[in-house]
């Protein structure tokens, strides 16, 4: 069982980066997948990133590929996700969430969710 907290969120102008963090503070995520969702006001939430297979195996959406890098690191128990060249339209809650099995892409496919964390980009 996976107990997930989200940090790192914030207010950034347009152009600049932020790093997110999920910890398991449960332990290491071993065996599972841990994605990046975002949900912005009046739209569903979407997939950002996922990392699996013990954190060698990186996916990313569209919008994500090129800007945004995740990572699996302090021993396999934090999820990072570096955000680069933020633009307004990457304005949204953040979660971080975790599931077994290989698909990564669906919300509904994942078990446990954190509380969420708040990006704002401003022009």
């Known amino acids: 069982q996976v107990q997930l907290v989200e940090s790192g969120g914030g207010l950034v102008q347009a152009g600049d980066s932020l790093t997110l963090a999920c910890t398991n503070s449960g332990g290491p995520f071993r065996g599972y997948i841990v994605g990046w969702f975002r949900q912005a006001p009046g739209k569903e939430r979407e997939f950002v990133a996922a990392i699996s297979r013990g954190g060698h195996t990186p996916h990313y959406s569209p919008s994500a590929k090129g800007r945004f890098q995740i990572s699996l690191i302090n021993g396999q128990s934090t999820v990072s996700l570096q955000m680069n060249s933020l633009t307004e339209d990457d304005t949204a809650v953040y979660y971080c969430?975790?599931?077994?099995?290989?698909?990564?892409?669906?919300?509904?496919?994942?078990?446990?969710w954190g509380q969420g964390t708040q990006v704002t980009v401003s022009s």
């Open positions: 969430a975790a599931k077994t099995g290989s698909s990564v892409y669906l919300t509904t496919e994942y078990s446990d």
